[in-house]
């Protein structure tokens, strides 16, 4: 047997033992695969920047917007179209819901009255104004039984809950009631949304003297800017029948109502006194014209709010002034003396639906073991509730005529097939019936 040999005399280099190859630290890239050095940038050459961009926006423009100015932009709402085709339509006058012939046809609002209901926010954003020449509309069967009985010579004061489908031409019908109680020479008073004095947007602070919640910019807001202003003429022809004292001043009998209801409604403080005031001179006043009041959304007056007392309980609300005011108005407590109407128009887009109110609309009661709001159902007994319908063919008729006329229904003839359709489509709502056309126009 040979003798063994030591490692180290092993010859074979797969035997050799392996020497540490030296690295160079900080290094990811290998000397060998590295491309040529890069060439250096030329000067005033833009160097690119792979960060977070700067901000490159006009720093001029920084604060262009003035206080309200782009709320004024987004609540903007354009009652005319400079493109579409104008129309001689007959103006919408006061005479018209005594002729049965004039139900179904369509009128145009006088432009005396548009700048008017332009100030009471009559108008919405959500109407098709913007889509024909001047602001017009079908006028309604329930709107001329409705106007009829504005003409009536008692001192009779109407209460309605208008309730219908979404589009079903509500608030266009209070439109056409404004337009005739401005014309008769009424005082209109109205709320556009009853859902700014629920949803918490608006201040408010605690009466002793009533024991209810007020909102007091919001009162003095609609004093100064919207009743003083639109009912400027018939509120001057009034004269105080006492000596009131309203905030800080005092106003003797036989000063004209129209100054009071001006000066008064710009203290905070005072301006729910000084509604409830101006809502005393027109009950107890007999030189008084009848009275408009209407609130939009109106079931929004129904439902919880978001306001909360100082011990953090929810504010029911019929515990604040101005829906306790208008109900009062709703269920016979208070009355004009010379008459009136007061309406409440509901509104199926925007409001959660509340159990008593739906259960006072259909007639039913409240049942024993039901967890509905009993105050709710009790505090509008006494009003009467009107359901807005659809269109029928006439109605529909006259409203496809116009937008044809317009340029906005691409088709030479209204024929009846074509009615019956849109009214089958729409279910006879107007809204729906312009809609249609518009999207038979972008085809």
């Not at 040999?5 to 092993?10: E, F, K, M, N, R």
């Not at 990811?28 to 005033?44: D, R, V």
């Not at 009071?260 to 905070?268: E, H, I, K, L, P």
């Not at 011990?311 to 005011?325: C, G, N, R, V, W």
Request: hydrophobic residues 40%; charged residues 25%; aromatic residues 8%.
């Amino acid at each position: 047997m040979p003798p063994r040999l030591p490692l180290t005399a092993v010859s074979s280099p797969l035997l050799r033992p392996i020497l540490p190859v030296p690295r160079r630290l900080f290094s990811i890239t290998s000397t060998l695969l590295a491309g040529p050095p890069k060439a250096k940038a030329a000067e005033g050459a833009k160097k690119q920047s792979y960060g977070k961009k700067k901000n490159t926006k006009d720093e001029s423009r920084k604060g262009a917007y003035a206080i309200g100015e782009r709320r004024g932009i987004r609540t903007r709402i354009v009652l005319s179209n400079t493109n579409a085709q104008p129309l001689d339509t007959p103006p919408l006058t006061p005479d018209l819901s005594n002729i049965t012939e004039a139900a179904g046809n369509l009128f145009a609002f006088p432009e005396e009255e548009v700048d008017k209901l332009r100030t009471l926010r009559a108008f919405f954003r959500t109407q098709d104004w913007r889509l024909f020449a001047r602001p017009s509309s079908v006028l309604r069967r329930q709107a001329m039984e409705i106007g009829s009985t504005m003409d009536s010579f008692d001192p009779v004061t109407r209460r309605i809950i208008l309730d219908g489908y979404k589009g079903s031409g509500k608030s266009v019908m209070l439109l056409q009631l404004m337009t005739w109680a401005l014309q008769k020479g009424w005082i209109v008073i109205n709320i556009p949304n009853a859902q700014e004095l629920v949803i918490g947007h608006t201040d408010y602070e605690f009466d002793p003297a009533s024991g209810k919640w007020t909102h007091p910019s919001y009162t003095s807001h609609m004093l100064t800017q919207r009743i003083a202003k639109v009912n400027a003429t018939a509120l001057a022809n009034l004269s105080l029948t006492t000596t009131v004292k309203l905030g800080r001043n005092e106003y003797a009998a036989g000063t004209p109502l129209l100054t009071a209801v001006s000066s008064a409604g710009r203290d905070f403080a005072a301006a729910t006194d000084t509604l409830r005031f101006l809502l005393s001179e027109l009950q107890n006043n007999p030189e008084t014209p009848k009275v408009l009041f209407a609130v939009e959304n109106f079931n929004l007056f129904q439902i919880p709010t978001v306001y909360r007392d100082p011990d953090f309980k929810i504010i029911h609300p019929h515990d604040f002034a101005l829906p306790s005011l208008f109900n009062e108005l709703l269920r016979g407590e208070r009355k004009f003396h010379n008459g009136g109407l007061v309406m409440g128009v509901t509104s199926r887009t925007i409001a959660p639906r509340a159990e008593a109110f739906e259960l006072f609309l259909r007639g039913e009661e409240i049942g024993p073991y039901s967890k509905a709001d009993r105050r709710i159902h009790e505090g509008l007994r006494g009003a009467e509730v009107m359901e807005m319908s659809g269109m029928d063919g006439e109605e529909a008729a006259s409203l496809l005529e116009y937008c044809r006329d317009t340029g906005l229904l691409k088709v030479d003839e209204v024929e009846e097939g074509l009615i019956r359709e849109k009214l089958l489509l729409s279910s006879g709502l107007p809204k729906e019936i312009v809609k249609s056309c518009v999207r038979i126009a972008r085809c």
